[in-house]
T-cell receptor, first 116, second 113 residues
């Protein structure tokens, strides 16, 4: 069964360092998303990406964040200069097919980011 | 704008008892509705979804939910709780036009022996 894969599963970094989280969405999906879950809290929408551009972003997704689909298969989230409060689980999701989607998003297992 | 409210951040039920997790939504368009489960240190797994058609939706692990438009609710139920049901449950809503999902704050389900 097709699935969304994310790497790394866990990354520890120093405050101020750049981090790139990688995702491989399901191959025929058209929409790509990043969500964030701070420990013990709700899952929050960060950004959606469609047709090679950001379609929507939340207020969390400030200038420190960027997304890219560099090669038609990977979908990356970059945090330019990490802060302590960026420590969270980051989930990638994909959905929507050309023939019409069911509205369901398929989530990866998540990348846990710890900023020290 | 869409939103989801889950009543009760923690719910405890005895093993074998009825599970009822409450979810109310707000949406300006007919929504798609979802329940996701998250086991400790794991990702999000879809339990069930409502898009169109039958308002009583059956999902995995014996869970079901009923879409009640008049009450703007999508409560999750299971007739008999099992210890393995202990997890965090998230209700979610999406606008069918863009697939973006908005999650509720989650309800942690505790199963008492």
């Amino acid at each position: 069964e097709p699935e969304v894969t994310q790497t790394p599963s866990h990354q520890v970094t120093q405050m101020g360092q750049e981090v790139i989280l990688r995702c491989v969405p399901i191959s025929n999906h058209l929409y790509f998303y990043w969500y964030r879950q701070i420990l013990g809290q709700k899952v929050e929408f960060l950004v959606s990406f469609y047709n090679n551009e950001i379609s929507e972003k939340s207020e969390i997704f400030d200038d420190q964040f960027s997304v890219e689909r560099p090669d038609g298969s990977n979908f990356t989230l970059k945090i330019r200069s990490t802060k302590l409060e960026d420590s969270a689980m980051y989930f990638c999701a994909s959905g929507g097919v050309a023939s019409g989607g069911s509205g369901e998003l398929f989530f990866g297992e998540g990348s846990r980011l710890t900023v020290l | 704008a869409q939103s989801v409210t889950q009543l009760g951040s923690h719910v405890s039920v005895s093993e074998g008892a009825l599970v009822l997790l409450r979810c109310n939504y707000s949406s300006s368009v007919p929504p798609y509705l979802f329940w996701y489960v998250q086991y400790p240190n794991q990702g999000l797994q879809l339990l069930l979804k409502y898009t169109t058609g039958a308002t009583l939706v059956k999902g995995i692990n014996g869970f079901e939910a009923e879409f009640k438009k008049s009450e703007t609710s999508f409560h999750l139920t299971k007739p008999s709780a099992h210890m393995s049901d202990a997890a965090e449950y998230f209700c979610a809503v999406s606008d069918p036009r863009d697939d973006k999902i908005i999650f509720g704050k989650g309800t942690r389900l505790h199963i008492l022996p």
